[in-house]
Nanobody, 124 residues
Framework: QVRLVESGGGLVQPGGSLRLSCAASGFTFRAYAMGWYRQAPGKERELVAGIRSSGTTTHYEDSVKGRFTISRDNVKNIVYLQMNSLKPEDTAVYYC?????????????????WGQGTQVTVSA
């Protein structure tokens, strides 16, 4: 069974950094595109970043460009989201997603596999 377990969330001050991890099991991780999503209170879940199976980034959501970095370790079966210069509007539950589709522009569209989410709160 596909299993995705996020970790690394927590409370951080504006301008701070966090690194989220998503540990994957139950599938051939190195063959799957992966994505990070987030859902803030009162908002719909939105794509943050996607990454190809090879490790090439597909894209970043505009509001996180230059601040967030998605990466993966295909030996450890982990996908990461490094978050720097965090802002209060980054506060959300962050979810790992597996096996999304890529459109002709390389943009990630969600697959059916989700982790449980990890809370990120950015506040002074």
């Amino acid at each position: 069974q596909v299993r995705l377990v996020e970790s690394g969330g927590g409370l951080v001050q504006p301008g701070g950094s966090l690194r989220l991890s998503c540990a994957a099991s139950g599938f051939t991780f190195r063959a799957y595109a992966m994505g990070w999503y987030r859902q803030a209170p009162g908002k719909e879940r939105e794509l943050v970043a996607g990454i190809r199976s090879s490790g090439t980034t597909t894209h970043y959501e505009d509001s996180v460009k230059g601040r967030f970095t998605i990466s993966r370790d295909n030996v450890k079966n982990i996908v990461y989201l490094q978050m720097n210069s965090l802002k209060p509007e980054d506060t959300a539950v962050y979810y790992c997603n597996a096996d999304g589709q890529l459109d002709l522009h390389g943009r990630y569209y969600e697959g059916i596999y989700w982790g449980q989410g990890t809370q990120v709160t950015v506040s002074a």
